[in-house]
């Protein structure tokens, strides 16, 4: 496998082969990317500036048949936290990248000109892409499907991108073909067109450049795991991430009114079981995968009343940020926002927080539904004033308003778990090197990280540090293997993860190896970190979440600064 480099202003490309003897030879997915941006980016230089990287890195497991194994994370410094970060997402094109024999694509410099980049078996290209100016992310996919084949897998940026905005996202093409999947987080759908790359398509090989030691031994642990997990995760599959809208609602710790409140009182409107049945009522579909290889299958495709595509990959964090917490209580409106998102590339849970606060301090009534159409087809996609204003994320947009509830962690917007009901999530967003990030260590109500300890009540604080430190190591291990963490973050799944790699590349790893894996990967964007002045007194949360309390659960934010300065400390 290569890692190849491409300097978008120059346009030389450096390919190198990732050889046994290689300090990058077992890093794949995020520990890929946070490898080279250790390595490579200066850790005080600005996101948006030529020093900075993006680096999209398949994981180690990426082009073999393991459950959920076709992610591809995308890297570099981040514009809204200022640290390390990572996103990964599904869609087609990380396992057709893999199969062209590269692990990893490092963008380097920066270009003013609007490029694509094309990867097929002759190598790759750099071609102007000054035709797909200004484009959202719907027509330009179509236009370069048109261009190069119905079957291409794509990576772009829409609008927002290109306009530098700080919650911009990098899109992929998921396996119906819509931009639907996005590397949303932290912004760095910027820093790609900081490069000047509007796309990169990715034309599918014939055959496979990926390596298997022994298939049969592969097997021997895979086939049995991919089983288990269809069998666990039927009614996941059935209703998707949306099933979480009533759960968590119940709970009292869905964001409510700019986290004023942990639930809903029109929740049924907005349900995942009401979406299920609207979906199967209009023909629309439930049961998708994401990308190849996944057997879960939790994404979905919703359709109007006449049939018509509006969106997919609908999921519980973008319905919940822009819904509950913005009393928008209709499934249509929703899944026109997420649609509107995805087309000018604009990170959903980031937006809907944004959003959020504005209403919060009276800029924007709540619910006002056509408002929030604006925002996002007029405002964002011309990059007008009030664009700027949404499209910069939560943090950004508190401080203009001198709003006193911003709820964000080191620069990103809290997700869709209020981290003063969910005591495990609240860990893992003040602690994650990546910010308020849910899907850095997801201590999300049942979860756990190992079915033989006892993690404590989830509105308790007893065994969330815990919980919090060991689902976020597990993580980053899968996030390293290229697996969607929905196969479980869990000791015992290590195991198994261990004799596929042991397998697919002929070692004798311990299990022990594996998870020392993921927690080296840590310390390296810890370390990061702190050269770029995110030091461990960031480990916080927000004053308004230890003062205030969520209704109606009553509860706050109560771990000490002590305990959160602290939480990395076993790693030493
Ligand atoms: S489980 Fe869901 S998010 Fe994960 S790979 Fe499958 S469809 Fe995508």
Not at 45 to 59: T, V, W
Not at 520 to 545: R, S, Y
Request: charged letters at 25%; aromatic letters at 6%; glycine letters at 10%.
């Amino acid at each position: 496998m290569q890692i190849v480099r491409i300097n978008v202003k120059s346009h030389k490309i450096d390919y190198k082969e990732i050889t046994n003897d290689s300090k990058y030879y077992l890093l794949g997915g995020r520990g890929l990317t946070s490898q080279i941006v250790y390595d490579e980016v200066p850790p005080r230089c600005d996101p948006l500036g030529p020093e900075n990287k993006l680096i999209l890195a398949n994981g180690i497991l990426t082009g073999s048949p393991f459950p959920n194994s076709a992610r591809m994370s995308v890297g570099g410094k981040s514009p809204l936290t200022n640290g390390i970060k990572e996103a990964n997402v599904g869609g087609r094109p990380s396992l057709m990248l893999a199969k062209h024999g590269i692990r990893a694509l490092v963008l380097e410099d920066a270009s003013l000109e609007l490029k694509i980049l094309v990867i097929n078996k002759n190598g790759i290209e750099l071609l102007p892409g000054k035709e797909y100016k200004g484009l959202g992310n719907y027509e330009l996919h179509q236009k370069l499907r048109g261009k190069y084949g119905e079957n291409i897998g794509i990576y772009s940026i829409g609008p927002a991108g290109e306009h530098k905005m700080l919650s911009a996202t990098v899109a992929a093409n998921d396996l119906e073909g819509y931009p639907s999947r996005h590397a949303a987080r932290g912004g760095l759908g910027a820093v790609l067109g900081v490069k000047g790359i509007k796309a990169i398509v990715v034309i599918p090989p014939k055959e496979s450049k990926v390596s298997m030691h022994d298939l049969k031994k592969f097997r021997k642990a895979s086939t049995p795991f991919a089983k288990h997990l269809v069998e666990i995760k039927k009614v996941f599959s059935t209703f998707g991430t949306p099933l979480m809208m009533r759960i968590v609602s119940e709970r009292q710790g869905i964001p409510t009114k700019n986290f004023r409140m942990g639930s809903f009182d029109k929740i049924s409107e907005i349900s995942g079981e009401k979406l299920h049945e609207l979906v199967l009522a209009r023909g629309g579909k439930k049961g998708l995968a994401c990308s190849p290889y996944c057997v879960i299958k939790c994404s979905n495709l919703i359709v109007d009343e006449k049939g018509n595509h509006i969106t997919s990959s609908f999921e519980y964090e973008t319905m919940a940020l822009n819904g509950t917490n913005l009393t928008i209580d209709n499934l249509d409106s929703l899944a026109r926002i997420d649609r509107l998102c995805d087309d000018v590339g604009i990170d959903t849970i980031e937006f809907g927080g944004t959003v959020g606060v504005a209403m919060d301090c009276g800029k924007i009534p709540w619910g006002d539904t056509n408002t929030v159409f604006d925002i996002l087809d007029k405002e964002i996609r011309n990059n007008t004033d009030i664009g700027k204003l949404y499209g910069n994320g939560v943090k950004n947009i508190g401080k203009k308003l001198s709003a006193q509830r911003i709820p964000e962690i080191k620069g990103q917007g809290i997700s869709a778990y209020d981290p003063r009901v969910f005591k495990g999530m609240g860990v893992t967003y003040a602690t994650s090197p990546m910010g308020a990030d849910h899907t850095s260590g997801a201590a999300i109500a049942g979860r756990v990280a190992s079915q033989f300890k006892d993690y404590g009540e989830l509105t308790e604080n007893e065994g969330k540090l815990d919980l919090s430190f060991e689902l976020q190591v597990y993580t980053t291990v899968l996030d390293s293997m290229g697996c969607c963490y929905f196969i479980g973050p869990s000791y015992e799944n290590m195991a198994i993860i261990t004799a596929a790699i042991n397998a697919m590349y002929n070692l004798d790893l311990t299990r022990e190896d594996v998870i020392n894996i993921g927690k080296k990967i840590l310390k390296t964007e810890i370390h990061f970190n702190e050269k770029a002045g995110i030091t461990k007194d960031k480990n916080d949360v927000p004053d308004f979440l230890k003062l205030e309390p969520s209704e109606p659960s009553g509860l706050k934010f109560t771990f000490t600064k002590e305990e959160l300065h602290n939480f990395w400390k076993k790693l030493d």
